[in-house]
């Protein structure tokens, strides 16, 4: 009766996998649209004055992010999936996920370029008055704990066994 109750309880990850999924379609169209904007408003300020380049540039390190955070989702959905209801999936080598530390590992590495980017563009907006340092010190100090992190888990090529 357990046996039974536990091996269909995974199919309740499908409800992750979708929640997941949508939000990775979600932000990607929201991403779309605000690249609209962003040309839209280059248009409207004038594309040659120093100001529309430089909102152009922060405007798109802003849609970038949301491309990033879109393909978090869908990393996370594509491998909920492929651990917990069906492994058969047609796709890259390089986005297949066989167990956790997979998935934990490729969502990491998505978190660090992430993380790169909002900085990118916070030195891209700064205005020089506000104490930059702590800011760009927190992320450096995440980044090098995820890649430390990432480091350890796959010693000479392989998954190390801790």
Not at 25 to 47: E, F, P
Not at 83 to 110: C, G, Q, T
Not at 133 to 139: D, K, Q
Request: net charge neutral; glycine share 6%; with cysteine.
């Amino acid at each position: 009766m357990i046996h039974k109750i536990l091996a269909s309880s995974k199919k309740l990850i499908l409800l992750a996998v979708i929640c997941s999924f949508i939000a990775s379609i979600t932000v990607l169209i929201y991403g779309v649209v605000q690249t609209g904007h962003a040309i839209v408003d280059l248009v409207h300020d004038g594309a040659f004055s120093s100001k529309g380049g430089k909102n152009l540039v922060v405007s798109l390190v802003e849609v970038i992010d949301f491309f990033l955070l879109s393909t978090f989702f869908y990393i996370t959905a594509l491998g909920l999936y492929e651990l917990f209801i069906d492994d058969r999936l047609n796709i890259p080598a390089w986005l297949e996920i066989h167990n956790i530390d997979d998935l934990k590992s490729k969502l990491l590495s998505v978190i660090v370029v992430v993380l790169s980017v909002l900085f990118l563009g916070r030195a891209v907006t700064w205005d020089g008055e506000a104490n930059f340092l702590p800011f760009g010190a927190s992320v450096a100090l995440v980044i090098a704990s995820l890649t430390y992190f990432l480091s350890g888990q796959y010693k000479n090529g392989k998954p190390s066994k801790y």
